[in-house]
């Protein structure tokens, strides 16, 4: 089945510097990358995906980049806020089934 | 309001007790799923389903039963529960996808936390 990595763990910021996380997935025939935000107390909610025919994506603050051959895809944040402090995963998709990361917890620092 | 909802949203329970989590949806999305979230261990899939009466195994689904009669509801059994099922369970539905994906933007529930002693 699809294994998926990430990295960091934990990530501590100052605020206004950039954040980057990183994914990477075993199975060449997943062809979607969602990322998923979980804040405190709530279920995760999607705040950017791409599919395998695209390279790059660009959502204001948020923006995510895949490399289909390397089979690794990455979430960068800039000018990060207090309220960008969460936990975050990466999921690939193949089909109907989803393998999710093990998340990365970011701390923004006033 | 669009959502999904879980219930009970805590439950303590003990060791073999057959209980059920059930899952509601009001956006009419034919896929559902469930996935329980453990410390290190991220989000792993349980069971999915594509519409009614169609059910998939995920990646943890020993000890594990779903059913699908109604497109609105996805209900989780757990016929003897055991303490290595304490986790936070969610629900989640999403339409299809586009561009040769099957799923498209999963909504998630708040999360339904169980404790097995």
């Known amino acids: 089945g699809e294994n998926v990595e990430q990295h960091p763990s934990t990530l501590s910021v100052q605020e206004g510097d950039s954040a980057v996380i990183k994914c990477t997935y075993s199975d060449s025939a997943s062809n979607y990358f969602p990322w998923y935000k979980q804040e405190l107390g709530k279920g995760p909610q999607l705040i950017i995906d791409i599919r395998s025919n695209v390279g790059e994506k660009k959502d204001q603050r948020i923006a995510v980049t895949l490399n289909k051959t390397a089979k690794h895809f990455s979430l960068h944040i800039t000018e990060t806020q207090p309220e960008d402090s969460a936990v975050y995963f990466c999921a690939a998709v193949n089909d109907y089934k989803l393998s999710f990361g093990a998340g990365t917890t970011v701390t923004v620092r006033a | 309001e669009a959502q999904v909802t879980q219930n009970p949203r805590y439950l303590i329970t003990v060791t073999g007790k057959k209980l059920t989590v059930t899952c509601s949806q009001n956006?009419?999305?034919?896929?559902m799923s469930w996935y329980r979230q453990d410390p290190g261990l991220g989000l792993r899939q349980i069971y999915y389903?594509?519409?009614?009466?169609?059910?998939d195994k995920g990646d943890v689904p020993e000890g594990y039963k779903v059913s699908r009669k109604e497109k609105r509801n996805f209900p989780l059994i757990l016929e003897s529960p055991s303490p290595n099922q304490t986790s936070l369970y969610f629900c989640?539905?999403?339409?299809?996808?586009?561009?040769?994906?099957?799923?498209?933007?999963?909504?998630f529930g708040e999360g339904s936390r169980l404790t097995v002693l």
């Open positions: 956006m009419n999305h034919e896929y």
């Open positions: 389903s594509m519409n009614v009466e169609v059910t």
């Open positions: 989640a539905s999403s339409s299809p996808g586009v561009a040769g994906s099957n799923t498209g933007e999963l909504f």
